[in-house]
Each structure stands twice: as structure tokens, then as C-alpha cells.
Nanobody
Framework: QVQLVESGGGLVQAGGSLRLSCAASGSIFSIAAMGWYRQAPGMKRELVAVIPSGGTTNYADSAKGRFTISRDNAKNTVYLQMNSLKPEDTAVYYC???????????????WGQGTQVTVSS
């Protein structure tokens, strides 16, 4: 079993900052990528940022220049530093991991439970 546990969401005023964290735990053989998605009310879940192992980070256009994703491989933890937050960033933010349970298994997606980020104007 794998668990992704997020923390760091909350309420912040426009222009403020938040830092999200997500730790993966359990029987993990390897993690190919970790990232963050978000879902606003009535909207589809969308990519915010992803950081693959040994690859280039990828950001949504809305996140470029304001958000920074980073990863601590030793701790199986991914972070999202969000600066200059806007009301339109309000959403539930979900941690994502693409991982393998053992050397012979296929890659599969796993998701955290989500953490609410609310930006007031």
C-alpha cells in the first residue's frame, strides 16, 4: 500500500504565499514522477506542475513564474512553493505520483486526498 499525504494548504490573501508538501510512504520501489494537480469547483482537474526523476520540470502556464516545484528524493517528498497567489488559484490541490511497487510491476498513478487552498481578494 502506498500513501500520499499532503499538507500546507490554507487561507491566504491575494499576493501571499503558501508551501505545499506531499510525502509518499509505503512499499515503493521507485518513483518516476511527482507533481501537483488542482481542481476548482465545477472545473476539471488540471496539471499545476510535475517533476520527473532525472527530467525537466513542467508547469502549467498559469503557474509559470509564480510557483516552484521541488523534490527530495531521499524523503519521497514533493513540494510546491506558491507565490503571488491569486483568487483564481483557489482550488483543491492534489499530490500525484507515478511509481512502481517492485522491479517487475508496471507504473501506476497514485493520488493524495487533496488539500484546500483558498485565496481571498
Amino acid at each position: 500500500q502506498v500513501q500520499l499525504v499532503e499538507s500546507g494548504g490554507g487561507l491566504v490573501q491575494a499576493g501571499g504565499s503558501l508551501r505545499l508538501s506531499c510525502a509518499a510512504s509505503g512499499s515503493i520501489f521507485s518513483i518516476a514522477a511527482m507533481g501537483w494537480y488542482r481542481q476548482a469547483p465545477g472545473m476539471k482537474r488540471e496539471l499545476v506542475a510535475v517533476i520527473p526523476s532525472g527530467g525537466t520540470t513542467n508547469y502549467a502556464d498559469s503557474a509559470k513564474g509564480r510557483f516552484t516545484i521541488s523534490r527530495d528524493n531521499a524523503k519521497n517528498t514533493v513540494y510546491l512553493q506558491m507565490n503571488s497567489l491569486k483568487p483564481e488559484d483557489t482550488a483543491v490541490y492534489y499530490c500525484y505520483a507515478l511509481l512502481k511497487l517492485n522491479a517487475w510491476s508496471d507504473l501506476f498513478d497514485d493520488w493524495g486526498q487533496g488539500t484546500q487552498v483558498t485565496v481571498s481578494s
